[in-house]
C-alpha cells in the first residue's frame, strides 16, 4: 500500500496559478499510474488528469486542457499538478490517486486502489 499526502491548495482569485504537490511513501512509486481527481462540494468526485506510470503518456479532462499540467519526479516520489488560468469551477477538493504496479492509467476512481486525504483549492471570481 503506497501512502499519499497531498499538499499545495488554498484560496486564489481567478486567472491565478497553483501547483499542488502529492508526496508518496510505503511503495515502489515510479510503478504506478497517478492521477488527479477533484470533487466540488455535491458533486462526485471527477477526472481530472493522468500520467502513465513510465512516465510518457497523459490524459486530462477537456476542461482543464491546456491549463493543468501533471508531471512526476521519481526521485522525490512526488507527482504534481500545476494549475494556471484557474476559474470558479476549479473549486473542489483534490486528491492524487495511484493504481497497482505497471497498471495503465484510466479516467475510472475505481481502478485507484490509494488516494490521498485531499487537498482545498478555491477560486474566488
Known amino acids: 500500500q503506497v501512502q499519499l499526502v497531498e499538499s499545495g491548495g488554498g484560496l486564489v482569485q481567478a486567472g491565478d496559478s497553483l501547483r499542488l504537490s502529492c508526496a508518496a511513501s510505503?511503495?515502489?512509486?515510479?510503478?504506478?499510474?497517478v492521477a488527479w481527481f477533484r470533487q466540488a462540494p455535491g458533486k462526485g468526485r471527477e477526472f481530472v488528469a493522468a500520467?502513465?506510470?513510465?512516465?510518457?503518456?497523459?490524459d486530462y479532462v477537456d476542461s482543464v486542457k491546456g491549463r493543468f499540467t501533471i508531471s512526476r519526479d521519481n526521485a522525490q516520489s512526488t507527482v504534481y499538478l500545476r494549475m494556471s488560468s484557474l476559474k470558479p469551477e476549479d473549486t473542489a477538493v483534490y486528491y492524487c490517486?495511484?493504481?497497482?504496479?505497471?497498471?495503465?492509467?484510466?479516467?475510472?476512481?475505481?481502478?485507484?486502489?490509494?488516494w490521498g486525504q485531499g487537498t482545498q483549492v478555491t477560486v474566488s471570481s
Open positions: 500520467l502513465h506510470w513510465s512516465g510518457s503518456g497523459t
Open positions: 510505503g511503495g515502489i512509486f515510479r510503478r504506478r499510474a
Open positions: 490517486a495511484v493504481r497497482g504496479p505497471f497498471e495503465p492509467s484510466s479516467r475510472s476512481p475505481n481502478e485507484y486502489r490509494d
